[in-house]
């Protein structure tokens, strides 16, 4: 069984910053891709950021300048640290993780999701 546990969400004033985490856990052989989406109520989910293991990065246009992705390998941890908020950031922010299992399979996973609230 695999566990994506994420923290950090919560209410900012515009401007403010949250960092959020994600901790992996279970029977994964290996992880290649870490990342982090987001759902807007009424909207889609969308890609924020996410990181590969070798350390490539990608990033939503409009998050570019102000969110960071950094992960530990080791940890099976990834981080997004989320710097001058605006109410549009509002949302739900899932973890979502690309693995391989014992058994070769390509597998995804996702967090049970954290919100984030900017608001003043």
């Known amino acids: 069984q695999v566990q994506l546990v994420e923290s950090g969400g919560g209410v900012v004033q515009p401007g403010g910053s949250l960092r959020l985490s994600c901790v992996a856990s279970?029977?994964?052989?290996?992880?290649?891709?870490m990342g982090w989406y987001r759902q807007a109520q009424g909207k889609q989910r969308e890609s924020v950021a996410d990181?590969?293991?070798?350390?490539?990065?990608n990033y939503a246009t409009s998050v570019k300048g102000r969110f960071t992705i950094s992960r530990d390998n080791a940890k099976k941890t990834v981080w997004l640290q989320m710097n001058s908020l605006k109410p549009e950031d509002t949302a739900v922010y899932y973890c979502?993780?690309?693995?391989?299992?014992?058994?070769?399979?390509?597998?995804?996973?996702w967090g049970k999701g954290t919100l984030v609230t900017v608001s003043s």
């Open positions: 990181i590969t293991r070798g350390g490539v990065i």
């Open positions: 979502n993780v690309g693995a391989r299992d014992y058994d070769g399979h390509a597998v995804n996973y």
């Open positions: 279970g029977s994964i052989f290996s992880i290649n891709r």
